[in-house]
């Protein structure tokens, strides 16, 4: 099964194309005075001043998607300020706009038939578009948050970091990047990039900084297929893992009824013969099939992955829900647009195989850390399922 050109087939739905933070529990004392302080961050005006160079930080101001909504506008605020109270804030926020979603859901329904009816549905239309706006807002941080804890910060909009038509990208983090990774999954992701910018795994310093030119907009999506990827890889291998698991734990309950079974050796030898002997010749049976099935599953990841017929690698590949379309498509439109959100599909930029290294590498891990954050969000606040095809 050639999943590397399925996934890049996926590409073609976005426009120029081609972790689970768990909130923690403060004590109350924390979270009345944090709530306190609410208002106050919340009137904060948070101004992007674009640095001059291709500056990197950990500040969500120097971030290619600007914040809009109130909602991602507050979690920036806390991020820079009260880092620690940022978990209990997204939470917050979450929890907040479902409420709010859902309140008006309740009232167009309450008012049906009446004759405020088509206001209360317009009414639940805007706050529908409204609340999706800023839930993509709150993933965003929370994704641009994994970056920061794992001490790699997101490259800001190419047009500052472009001199001349030459892209350098440095520090290049790649040992921060690869290790957000299990083995199995790094395996694949050196493959991914011998592919797609030609770079092999046990290339030179020479041959990481040699000069190469490639057109933005096949960078950009580069990029976004590298985003589905990561996210490909996640979905995959959290199955591999969950497979692995259920045929261990199926081999050792197998294992166990089968010693509790040899216990009564003591019984009259017609009794025992008439109650296990079927019991027994079944198990042997069952124990063989399990452990068949356990050293099946014990394969590495590539070859499993190689095992997907089209419905399963399908199943992996897709977007599960709208929000994430979205922001893909606005994350990978500020990257590589210019300062005006447009895409300059003629311009030839010279870079290093470094610098393309780093892109893709940081389009992986943000591929990955958009699956857990569609889980997380999605137990508070009900995300939009993608119903597009793959």
Not at 317 to 324: D, H, N, T
Request: glycine share 4%; net charge positive; aromatic share 8%.
């Amino acid at each position: 099964m050639d999943y590397s050109s399925s996934l890049h087939r996926t590409t073609r739905t976005l426009p120029f194309l081609p972790f689970a933070v768990k909130p923690k529990a403060p004590h109350s004392l924390l979270t009345n005075n944090f709530t306190g302080r609410r208002s106050l961050h919340r009137s904060l005006v948070v101004a992007r001043a674009g640095p001059s160079h291709c500056e990197f930080s950990s500040s969500p101001l120097n971030t290619p998607i600007e914040l809009n909504s109130a909602a991602g506008k507050f979690l920036s605020s806390v991020l820079q300020n009260q880092r620690q109270f940022f978990n209990v804030a997204v939470s917050d926020e979450l929890k907040q706009l479902a409420d709010d979603r859902d309140a008006a859901v309740t009232r167009m329904l309450l008012s049906s038939g009446s004759d405020e009816a088509s206001l209360h549905r317009r009414i639940a239309q805007s706050k529908e578009h409204e609340c999706q706006t800023a839930v993509e807002d709150v993933m965003y941080m929370l994704i641009f948050y994994k970056f920061c804890e794992s001490r790699v910060p997101l490259v800001p909009k190419l047009s500052r970091c472009i001199y001349n038509g030459r892209l350098e990208i440095w520090p290049s983090k790649v040992w921060e990047l690869e290790s957000i990774h299990s083995l199995e999954v790094l395996e694949m992701i050196r493959e991914h990039i011998s592919t797609v910018i030609g770079l092999r795994a046990n290339s030179s310093v020479t041959d990481n900084w040699a000069t190469t030119q490639i057109r933005r907009l096949h960078l950009g999506r580069v990029y976004a297929a590298s985003i589905l990827y990561g996210y490909f890889l996640k979905s995959a291998s959290l199955r591999h893992h969950l497979e692995c698991s259920l045929a261990l734990a199926h081999q050792d309950l197998h294992v166990s009824n089968r010693n509790s079974l040899q216990l009564p050796e003591m019984w009259p030898g017609g009794m025992k013969n008439i109650v296990f002997g079927r019991i027994n010749n079944l198990q042997s049976v069952a124990l063989g099939q399990g452990s068949t099935k356990l050293e099946s599953n014990r394969e590495n990841l590539k070859c499993y992955v190689m095992g997907f017929d089209s419905e399963t690698l399908q199943r992996c590949a897709k977007l599960k829900f709208r929000e994430g379309v979205n922001l893909i498509e606005k994350h990978s439109l500020a990257l590589f647009g210019d300062e005006k959100g447009l895409l300059v599909t003629d311009e030839v930029i010279s870079t290093s195989f470094s610098s393309l290294k780093r892109l893709v590498l940081e389009a992986i891990a943000f591929g990955s850390f958009l699956w857990d954050t569609e889980e997380y969000v999605n137990c508070v606040y009900k995300l939009q399922e993608n119903r597009s095809e793959g």
